[in-house]
């Protein structure tokens, strides 16, 4: 599957590093979605967007910085990350945020490691 | 704010056993979704159940949605290895986004 794609697919950052996170999708749709994934909380809900408007961001620490240039793309920029931190990372798309029937595609993820 | 919790945390199996996960709302959803996730992977859509009471399958697996639509269920019949993986329920309700339910994670020794 190919409709969502997210870049790097593994990172490893040190506490003070900035990285950046990306997720594109070729679906069409006009909602992405950032959840994080770990043994501790299995798919958290990060930020939600719609139409390139944040529309949900569920109490996650500023470190977390969510951009979204278009309806293609998102990204999630990080910057003085905790040990904690580290999970994969997933994107998803949905056609919209709110419809009673979407359903959502996620890419890849991607698997971060903070030292 | 809406809960969605899910039971058995992790379940191990002979192939060829049946399996059953089952998942409870604490609001009404209009709809509820099963994902699947196999190990290495993302999660990748199953099915979505909307009606009261609806039933759907897909060969071995067999999905439930509850008359009262607050609770859901996945039964998977004469489990095979390649059915090992995560499996999770998502319900919605109303037009609100997606909840995830925590996961059954299911292993099927051969």
């Known amino acids: 599957e190919t409709g969502v794609t997210q870049t790097p697919r593994h990172l490893v950052m040190g506490m003070t590093n900035k990285k950046s996170l990306k997720c594109e999708q070729h679906l069409g749709h006009n909602a992405m979605y950032w959840y994080k994934q770990s043994a501790k909380k299995p798919l958290e809900l990060m930020f939600v967007y719609s139409l390139e408007e944040r529309v949900e961001n569920n109490s996650v620490p500023s470190r977390f910085s969510p951009e979204c240039p278009n309806s293609s793309h998102l990204f999630l920029h990080l910057h003085t990350l905790q040990p904690e931190d580290s999970a994969l990372y997933l994107c998803a798309s949905s056609q919209t945020s709110g419809g009673s029937t979407d359903t959502q595609y996620f890419g890849p993820g991607t698997r971060l490691t903070v030292l | 704010g809406q809960q969605v919790m899910q039971i058995p945390q992790y379940q191990h199996v002979q192939e060829g056993?049946?399996?059953?996960?089952?998942?409870?709302?604490?609001?009404?959803?209009?709809?509820?979704?099963?994902?699947?996730?196999?190990?290495?992977?993302?999660?990748?859509?199953?099915?979505?159940?909307?009606?009261?009471?609806?039933?759907?399958?897909?060969?071995?697996?067999?999905?439930?949605?509850?008359?009262?639509?607050?609770?859901?269920?996945?039964h998977i019949t004469a489990t095979q290895t390649t059915d090992v993986g995560t499996y999770f329920c998502a319900g919605r309700a109303g037009y609100s986004t997606l909840t995830f339910g925590k996961g059954t994670m299911l292993l099927v020794s051969p």
Do not use: M
Not at chain 2, 56 to 71: D, M, P, S, Y
């Open chain 2, 17 to 74: 056993e049946d399996f059953t996960t089952y998942c409870n709302s604490s609001t009404t959803l209009s709809n509820i979704q099963w994902y699947k996730q196999r190990p290495g992977g993302h999660p990748v859509f199953l099915i979505q159940l909307v009606k009261s009471g609806e039933v759907k399958k897909q060969k071995r697996l067999t999905f439930q949605f509850g008359e009262a639509k607050k609770n859901s269920s996945l």
